[in-house]
């Protein structure tokens, strides 16, 4: 997979309003970004009642060990899935 699909990509779910995703997908992209664009989480877990970053932070420290090339991978793949026309997609309305 090229880097110019997993750049398409994050900027198809930066910037568009037509797809409307749960937290829970939400959080599935952020765990592939930052394992793909950081790598292992590298950031103090946060406190039980923090519990929107605690959530964010789980969701990436469970990428441990993939190597960024699989995190973008999975990225594409993940939003492939959900939004399968994404790249005809332009704008909404």
Known sequence: MSDDS???????I???TCMK?????????????KQATVGDC??????MFDF???AKWESWNSMRGTS????RRAYVDFLN???PNWK????CG
């Open 88 to 91: 005809n997609m332009n704008k």
């Open 6 to 12: 997993f750049d398409e990509a994050v900027k198809f």
């Open 68 to 71: 960024k090339e699989e995190a």
């Open 14 to 16: 930066s910037e568009t």
């Open 42 to 47: 590298n950031t103090p877990k946060p406190s």
């Open 52 to 54: 929107k970053n605690k």
């Open 81 to 83: 899935k959900i939004q």
């Open 21 to 33: 995703a749960s937290d829970e997908q939400k959080l599935t992209f952020y765990k592939y970004y």
